[in-house]
T-cell receptor
Framework: DAEITQSPRHKITETGRQVTLACHQT?????MFWYRQDLGHGLRLIHY???????NKGEVSDGYSVSRSNTEDLPLTLESAASSQTSVYFC?????????????FGEGSRLTVL | QQQVKQSPQSLIVQKGGISIINCAYE??????FPWYQQFPGKGPALLIA?????SEKKEGRFTISFNKSAKQFSLHIMDSQPGDSATYFC???????????????FGQGTILTVHP
C-alpha cells in the first residue's frame, strides 16, 4: 500500500545542532507540506512544495529549510536547533495541482531540543 | 496570524451525548472547510469537509453546519462514543487564483474526551 513515512519518530538534540527530519511518500503526490503541532497553536505550516525543485515558505519558516530533488521526498532541516523548535512535526502530501484535495499525514516526528 | 479560530480547546462529553466544536474564520476567500481527526500518536486524517455553497453536510454521526454570513462552521458528533476521543482540527483553504491557494490554515485544535 502507498504511504507516507517520517523518520526519526523521536529525536533529542542539543541547541545549535543541525537536524534533518525525513519524509518519504509513495503515492507520487505532487504536493508536500511540513507542519508543526504545538498545544494551543494547532498545526502551523512551515514549508511546502508543489513539485520537484519547487519550495515555498509557510507562516513559521524561520530557522527551517527544505529541498525537493524528487517527487517522493521532502526533508526538513533545522539549521541550528533552538529550544523553541521543540515540537511535533508532521509531513503531509496531497494529489492534484496545488493541493486541490485531501491532505495525507505521516505519523509525526517528535523533536526535543535541550 | 491565525485566520481560523477554534473553540473550545478541550471538551468532555458523556457517551451518547452530542459533541459540538466551533470554528470562525476571517478571510472570505476560503472555498473549502475540512475537519481532521487525530488519535494519540498518529497524524491527522480527514474526517469530513464542506464547501460554502451548502449549509450542512452529514456523514453518519458527524455533521458540519456552515453559516456563511457569520463566517462560522461547526462540527457536531451525535451519539458520541469513547472511540471518538481524539483531537479535532478545523481548517480552511483559500480559493484558487490567489497566492495562498492550496495552503490549509488550521484551527488550534480541540481535545475531545468521551466518557463511557
Amino acid at each position: 500500500d502507498a504511504e507516507i513515512t517520517q523518520s526519526p519518530r523521536h529525536k533529542i538534540t542539543e541547541t545549535g545542532r543541525q537536524v534533518t527530519l525525513a519524509c518519504h511518500q509513495t503515492w507520487n503526490h505532487n504536493n508536500m507540506f511540513w507542519y508543526r503541532q504545538d498545544l494551543g497553536h494547532g498545526l502551523r505550516l512551515i514549508h511546502y512544495s508543489y513539485g520537484v525543485q519547487d519550495t515555498n515558505k509557510g507562516e513559521v519558516s524561520d530557522g527551517y529549510s527544505v529541498s525537493r530533488s524528487n517527487t517522493e521526498d521532502l526533508p526538513l532541516t533545522l539549521e541550528s536547533a533552538a529550544s523553541s523548535q521543540t515540537s511535533v512535526y508532521f509531513c503531509a502530501s496531497s494529489p492534484g495541482l496545488r493541493n486541490t484535495g485531501e491532505l495525507f499525514f505521516g505519523e509525526g516526528s517528535r523533536l526535543t531540543v535541550l | 496570524q491565525q485566520q481560523v479560530k477554534q473553540s473550545p480547546q478541550s471538551l468532555i462529553v458523556q457517551k451518547g451525548g452530542i459533541s459540538i466544536i466551533n470554528c470562525a474564520y476571517e478571510n472570505t476567500a476560503f472555498d473549502y472547510f475540512p475537519w481532521y481527526q487525530q488519535f494519540p500518536g498518529k497524524g491527522p486524517a480527514l474526517l469530513i469537509a464542506i464547501r460554502p455553497d451548502v449549509s450542512e453536510k452529514k456523514e453518519g454521526r458527524f455533521t458540519i453546519s456552515f453559516n456563511k454570513s457569520a463566517k462560522q462552521f461547526s462540527l457536531h458528533i451525535m451519539d458520541s462514543q469513547p472511540g471518538d476521543s481524539a483531537t479535532y482540527f478545523c481548517a480552511a483553504r483559500p480559493r484558487a487564483g490567489g497566492t495562498s491557494y492550496g495552503k490549509l490554515t488550521f484551527g488550534q485544535g480541540t481535545i475531545l474526551t468521551v466518557h463511557p
